[in-house]
């Protein structure tokens, strides 16, 4: 299987996987309202109403100003990252100025220019998902990485793959489900889901020798989302998975997660 062979190599720790979750999605591009659109480049270009605004060289207090912007002078917005908008000044200079210095920004017809930000709106028009979750599959360690994308307010279609570090053997799952949240709109939102998969199984034993084995799998869970602001969102899942396996009897397994993920 194609997905379970790229899989052998997800051994990314928890932090690793959580620190790129998180600037994926702080450098998303800003969205902007106003009337005047350069038209060569889509871009919005401002003109400075308070006496000067300050240019840093990163989107931070700590980082230093090396460029000062004059009242009446243009600049173009290029994207925006945690209150801090990355600028192009005429000649050419690149910088991070805050939201609070543009507030009184106009555009070239003389209108004000609205700085929107991501709200429970954007998070219920969503369509796609990244998440991190670790957790406890059976009484071995997990860690899953999750992606899904929204059909509906109510129905997704999600893909995990998921590392399980156990005392004897590892397990490396795959699977794809269909998730049905029947509330969208409330800020805890639960969600059912069901699915199918493949596991693939390395047994560690060194007394007795066990053969790797790769089995199908199907899982039904429950779980509850918490919309916690920007784009982000907290998740909780209980599942039940079932292996199909050669021996007489299938195998079940337990699982619960927690984690973190983000929209776009």
């Known amino acids: 299987m194609i997905f379970l062979a790229g899989f052998k190599h997800f051994k990314y720790t928890w932090s690793q996987v959580l620190l790129c979750l998180v600037l994926a999605a702080q450098a998303l591009p800003m969205v902007g309202y106003a009337e005047e659109i350069t038209p060569e480049r889509?871009?919005?270009?401002?003109?400075?109403?308070?006496?000067?605004?300050?240019?840093?060289?990163?989107?931070?207090?700590?980082?230093p100003v090396f460029f000062v912007v004059r009242r009446g002078e243009q600049i173009l917005l290029l994207k925006q990252k945690?209150?801090?908008?990355?600028?192009?000044?005429?000649?050419?200079?690149?910088?991070?100025?805050?939201?609070?210095?543009?507030?009184?920004?106009?555009?070239?017809?003389?209108?004000?220019?609205?700085?929107?930000?991501?709200?429970?709106?954007?998070?219920?028009?969503?369509?796609?998902?990244?998440?991190?979750?670790?957790?406890?599959?059976?009484s071995a360690t997990s860690l899953t990485l999750s992606g899904a994308y929204l059909f509906t307010d109510n129905i997704s279609m999600e893909m995990q793959a998921t590392q399980v570090l156990g005392d004897f053997s590892e397990s490396q799952l795959v699977n794809i489900g269909i998730t049905h949240q029947p509330w969208p709109l409330w800020r805890w939102s639960p969600y059912f889901g069901l699915g199918i998969g493949k596991?693939?199984?390395?047994?560690?034993?060194?007394?007795?020798?066990?053969?790797?084995?790769?089995?199908?799998?199907?899982?039904?869970?429950?779980?509850?989302?918490?919309?916690?602001?920007?784009?982000?969102?907290?998740?909780?899942?209980?599942?039940?998975?079932?292996?199909?396996?050669?021996?007489?009897?299938?195998?079940?397994?337990?699982e619960w997660k927690i984690g973190l993920g983000v929209f776009f």
């Open 199 to 254: 596991v693939r199984i390395l047994p560690k034993a060194t007394l007795v020798k066990e053969k790797k084995r790769l089995e199908d799998a199907v899982h039904v869970g429950i779980g509850l989302r918490y919309y916690l602001g920007g784009r982000f969102f907290g998740r909780f899942e209980y599942r039940e998975s079932s292996f199909f396996t050669e021996r007489d009897d299938n195998e079940e397994a337990e």
């Open 82 to 138: 945690t209150g801090w908008i990355k600028v192009e000044t005429r000649e050419g200079h690149h910088g991070w100025v805050t939201r609070e210095q543009l507030a009184k920004t106009l555009a070239l017809d003389g209108t004000a220019v609205e700085f929107v930000d991501v709200t429970r709106e954007g998070y219920h028009d969503r369509r796609w998902e990244v998440s991190v979750l670790a957790g406890q599959f059976a």
């Open 42 to 63: 889509n871009l919005l270009v401002v003109e400075v109403i308070d006496p000067f605004v300050e240019l840093k060289t990163g989107p931070g207090r700590g980082y």
